[in-house]
């Protein structure tokens, strides 16, 4: 089942995304945040505009989805930034492309044009996911990040939605 996250949802959802940190793959944090910390992240989403959505299955959220403005300024409106987490006890299990697919079906009912990834040019995983469902490379940005004394490539990952 996919839902609206809650607030009592926040710290599995900061539990999955700190689960991610030590891969390097996911996000350039290099330690772990708080729940505190992301709260204002969390309130930042508006179900109907930017949402932040969890799979649920049996009671215990496997993975989130939300959008975010993308760019902070007005006219960039009708593009959100995409971001994707799964626990690691759920990965392969499809929860990143339902999420990614519920997301594309009903991103033109929340007025989004366009859709952009930031992923790491080595993460081949969330790459493929994206390709996957029309994604393209709309930019490049080499060598930006440095994880664990590693220049790490950013690729720049849009959809024109119809």
Known sequence: MIRDAALDDLPRIVEIYNASIPGRLATADLEPVSVAQRTPWFQAHHPAR????????????????????????????????????VAP?????????TLLGELLARAPS??????????????????????????????????VALLDGVERDLAILGLRLG
């Not at 959505?53 to 975010?68: M, P, Y």
């Not at 044009?113 to 940005?141: C, I, M, Q, T, Y």
Request: net charge positive; charged share 25%.
């Open 89 to 97: 006890e759920a990965a392969r299990r499809g929860v990143a492309r």
């Open 50 to 85: 930017r949402p932040l959505w969890v799979l649920e299955e049996d009671g215990r959220i496997l993975g989130w989805v939300s959008l975010q403005d993308f760019y902070g300024r007005c006219a960039y409106s009708g593009t959100a930034e995409v971001s994707i987490y």
């Open 110 to 143: 929340m007025a989004v044009k366009n859709l952009v990834a930031f992923v790491f040019g080595h993460n081949e995983p969330s790459l493929a996911l994206f390709r996957r469902h029309g994604f393209e490379r709309w930019g490049f940005l080499p060598r």
